[in-house]
């Protein structure tokens, strides 16, 4: 995935998140310049200093058209208490800074329903009279399935639901079995007398991410599984996001793609400060995370984080951020640069034609050159590094190889034919660089007063010079 690196993202939007072993609940993202919010909806007082309660009392009477106004879903079935999940448009000022969307009924005139099914207590507030308390919570964290809407703009139409049953999933309207002489309608006065309180729903912070060299993935931690359209964030402390889903592949794709700009911009400027303390020939090149694969399967965790530094000549490998000057001694291994490509990529198989044969030509930085037939795995012809003294190719497809014979001294030419000409020159023109700078004994001494530097001649034509 290509991520924009050049410039500091901010970016805001509603997404689920799965937390441990909960259902995903909605949550909306806050990308700044260097922490990444994570904020839930949640009700609090605004009356005086702000604060918040697990539990508010209102008392509510029921109208003579559209009864209490408010429509229900959940129940214990959904192992949640039955929430207000819409709240009429007749009620809503009434009910303004009192009673929200989201709210669990917990109480009704005193009874207890936290643990009722979705249908007893559609029952008990069909039979609650003409007055009810309600002792309610907001429930940050309602499950997704059951659709709340994130505003209070989402009003329940009247219908008549006085017979048949009704669904846990499904809005369940409380205007129901109101009494015909009941001609009252809800007046200020019905509320509690000491409330002085407001209340308001508001998004909250529920966990900040600083970004500064943190990570991110969309894989299944320790393994190569990736999420579908999902991705977590963990800080340098350890801290996680938790499971963010998006809503589709490119909402994902573009959160990604903000979060990875923010961290390199981070991560640049941090390299600069840190560069001051050390010389030159010391300098921060590039840090970051990455994933290193577990050399024995059998574990669960076949992939460790791990945060590369390339700093002066040589490549740290950390399990946490160098923070000190103290923490560059101890690296869990340090490499130096010459070592890199022999590390990496000890060896590479390309597969090209020979007089019309498919073969294979295996470069290997021990071993040297070997042509071998695709299909029988036989080999024709095997040459070390050494004893390659020239090659040249014809700028499309063919390459022709000029080694030595090391017990006639004579030349003897090879010519191959590849899919990939410039992916050979490349890997064969790494590897006799790497040679060179980590002075193999055994190369630099068979080339004695010859040159190894590659040259160029025409376009895309490369010649080892002797």
Not at 191 to 198: D, N
Request: aromatic share 10%; proline share 4%; charged share 20%.
């Amino acid at each position: 995935m290509d991520f924009r690196t050049t410039c500091e993202e901010t970016k805001t939007g509603v997404c689920l998140l799965q937390d441990g072993n909960q259902e995903p609940f909605k949550v909306r993202l806050h990308l700044a310049k260097d922490i990444l919010m994570i904020q839930e909806q949640d009700v609090i007082c605004v009356s005086g200093e702000p604060f918040y309660s697990g539990e508010r009392t209102v008392t509510i009477r029921r109208q003579t058209v559209g009864g209490f106004g408010l429509s229900i879903k959940g129940g214990a079935e959904h192992n949640i208490p039955v929430v207000i999940s819409k709240i009429s448009k007749e009620q809503r000022a009434e009910l303004s800074g009192l009673l929200f969307i989201g709210d669990a009924i917990l109480q009704i005139n005193g009874i207890n329903v936290r643990k009722c099914r979705h249908e007893e207590v559609v029952q008990v507030l069909r039979n609650a009279g003409e007055e009810v308390t309600l002792t309610v919570s907001f429930l940050k964290r309602a499950p997704a399935f059951l659709k709340l809407p994130l505003n209070e703009d989402c009003a329940c139409a009247p219908s008549d639901q006085s017979s048949g049953t009704s669904s846990p999933l499904c809005d369940s309207g409380l205007h129901l079995n109101y009494h015909p002489n009941n001609t009252d309608t809800l007046s200020c006065s019905s509320w509690p007398a000491s409330p002085g309180l407001r209340w308001e729903k508001r998004w909250c912070d529920l966990r900040l991410i600083p970004l500064l060299h943190s990570r991110f993935s969309q894989y299944l931690p320790g393994s190569d599984l990736c999420r579908q359209n999902a991705f977590q964030v963990i800080a340098v402390d350890g801290v996680c996001s938790g499971i963010i889903q998006c809503l589709s592949a490119e909402d994902c794709i573009d959160w990604l793609q903000a979060i990875a700009s923010n961290i390199s911009s981070l991560t640049k400027h941090n390299i600069k400060k840190i560069n001051r303390n050390f010389p030159v020939n010391q300098q921060i090149v590039y840090m970051g995370w990455t994933e290193e694969r577990e050399q024995d399967s059998l574990q669960d965790r076949m992939y460790t984080p791990k945060f590369l530094a390339l700093r002066g000549s040589s490549l740290y490998k950390f399990i946490a951020p160098p923070v000190t000057t103290w923490d560059w001694t101890r690296a869990e291994k340090t490499f130096s640069v010459y070592e890199i490509m022999c590390k990496i990529l000890k060896c590479k198989t390309y597969a090209c034609v020979l007089e019309s044969h498919l073969m294979g030509l295996t470069i290997d930085f021990s071993m040297g050159f070997v042509c071998f037939d695709a299909a029988t795995k036989a080999v024709l012809w095997r040459y070390k590094f050494s004893q390659l003294k020239g090659s040249s190719d014809d700028g499309k497809s063919k390459i022709k190889f000029l080694f030595q014979n090391q017990d006639t001294k004579q030349i003897e030419a090879k010519e191959l034919e590849f899919s990939n000409l410039f992916a050979v020159l490349h890997c064969i023109h790494s590897f006799f660089a790497a040679k060179v700078a980590c002075l193999d004994p055994l190369y630099v001494g068979s080339q004695a007063t010859a040159s190894a530097a590659p040259t160029t001649s025409g376009t895309g034509k490369l010649k080892y010079t002797t």
